[in-house]
């Protein structure tokens, strides 16, 4: 640690009962957008038999039209730092929560399918967005002392957002007496459902104007007395603010613009640290995660559990997911990212395999007593499993694993990779479900399986080493 950030660290301890509460406030209303991530891509759970049903599709459409928000992420993701480097965190999150109402109202009110799927675009655009500026803003607001802290906000955001969602959606599904195309202030439950995010996304709108603009962007626009003003707002007035700023100057200037080329090897196209990193993001996504919070009421209500109940284990789901994460948040830095991964990989091996035996016993629309039971308790243990390990070792691996000169550019494909195999799950489940309820959990429990020699193989622990010495 250099000698200014274990100043800057002193002061913020010395000034802690006066500040803290005030950082603690503009880190969560940033990452309400983490909240909006998690609630808008969680909250079509509840809509998917609707949508089927007042459409008349089959598997195949309705599996794009839930898939196609994806496609607005990515592109949302891609264009957020360039975004927010051009007109500034604070004016991208007031853009990304304008586009979240749009598109709450317009999938609400949705006059054809394919109407619904370009709001659901919109929406993903937002989600894109989203999950780049909160994380990024966080960590350039946050006092050097309390980032690490802070900047797991944005994570506990994401999964409250899909454990409230899911419980919005009981609740509505309940007023409408159990039945999704139910009527509810004149419109059907399911559009009740994804109109409610109008809620959360205009309050991220308006605690935007309550926070300060990132000190690190107002420095590169040339507004150096706003910049100090933050600094001296954030980390105290005990700061040496010229430190500070000579600190974050320095740093934007040592900063390398890796581009697309500086990822390229001499075999296999890619550099093998980045082939590593995009195997990271697959395997977080082929395991079949999101199928749990984008289908799992449709998912039991294929095996014979009422509407009202399917979307109560969707809720209960979305809280041990939760569970899970606080759990990886505390172990994390205690026994290694490996070890986590490892873990993670095995639990989630042994309840998919079990979730595919007690599916195979699926009779109709209906499970045996027993094959029931198992099925209900192997899902929620393949989401805690997923939650205290990949869902949060992938992205601190990413974070920490690339060399400091492409790690910006690595980490864009990895996550770009991602991206295109949760798209490939939510895409193709609905059509493996019709083909082979048991046989689609084989293939994602085979994945779960494989991932355990990809992680001994070939990525390296990052537990307790300096970025610098990542090569």
């Known amino acids: 640690m250099t000698s200014t950030a274990r100043a800057a660290g002193a002061a913020d301890h010395a000034t802690l009962p006066e500040h803290l509460g005030h950082v603690v406030f503009i880190a969560a209303a940033a990452a309400m957008g983490g909240f909006l991530f998690g609630y808008d891509s969680a909250v079509i759970n509840g809509a998917v038999e609707a949508i089927r049903s007042r459409y008349g599709i089959g598997s195949g459409t309705l599996a794009q039209v839930i898939a196609i928000a994806l496609i607005g992420c990515a592109v949302g993701a891609a264009y957020a730092g360039r975004i927010a480097d051009r007109i500034g965190r604070i004016r991208c999150m007031q853009i990304a929560s304008v586009l979240f109402v749009v598109s709450a109202v317009g ?5 054809a399918l394919w109407e619904l799927a370009l709001w659901r675009i919109i929406g993903g655009f937002a989600i894109g967005m989203a999950s780049v500026i909160g994380p990024a803003y966080i960590a350039e607001v946050s006092p050097p002392a309390y980032r690490g802290r802070l900047a797991s906000f944005q994570q506990a955001a994401i999964v409250l957002g899909i454990a409230v969602s899911q419980l919005v959606n009981w609740g509505i599904l309940n007023a409408a007496h159990g039945d999704q195309r139910g009527h509810l202030i004149g419109l059907e439950a399911w559009q009740v459902m994804l109109g409610v995010m109008v809620i959360p996304a205009a309050l991220y709108g308006l605690l935007s104007f309550a ?50 080329r500086d990822l390229l090897g001499s075999r296999f196209g890619f550099l093998p640290i980045v082939w590593i990193g995009i195997g990271l993001s697959a395997f977080q ?14 998912l039991w209500q294929s095996v014979g559990i009422n509407p ?22 505390i172990f994390v830095d205690r026994i290694g990212r490996r070890p986590l991964a490892l873990i993670g990989s095995a639990g989630m091996a042994v309840a998919l395999a079990l979730e595919a035996w007690a599916f195979s016993s699926k009779h109709g629309d209906t499970l045996p007593d027993t094959q029931g039971t198992v099925a209900l308790i192997a899902a929620h243990c393949f989401v805690l499993f997923f939650a205290l390990s990949w869902g949060v070792v992938v992205w601190v691996f990413l974070g920490e694993m690339f060399p400091n000169r492409i790690r910006a550019a690595a980490l864009g494909v990895a996550a770009s990779a991602q991206w295109i195999a949760n798209w490939a799950i939510t895409a193709s489940f609905p059509s493996l479900a019709d083909w082979n309820l048991s046989g689609t959990y084989v293939i994602y429990c085979c994945f779960a399986f494989l991932s355990i020699p990809f992680v001994l193989k070939f990525v390296k622990e990052t537990k307790g080493k300096a970025l610098e010495e990542m090569g």
């Open 211 to 260: 926070i300060p603009e990132s000190p690190r962007y107002l420095l590169g626009v040339g507004r150096d007395k706003d910049a100090r003003d933050v600094l001296a707002d954030v980390e105290g007035e005990g700061t040496d603010l010229d430190a500070r700023v000579r600190e974050i100057r320095t740093a934007m200037r040592r900063e390398h613009k890796a581009s697309f």
């Open 285 to 298: 996504q082929l395991v079949g995660i999101n199928v749990a919070f984008y289908y799992s009421s449709t």
């Open 308 to 329: 009202s109940s399917s979307f109560f284990y969707s809720f209960t789901t979305s809280i041990v997911n939760i569970i899970g994460t606080v759990i990886a948040m």
């Open 107 to 111: 999938s609400a009110l949705p006059f």
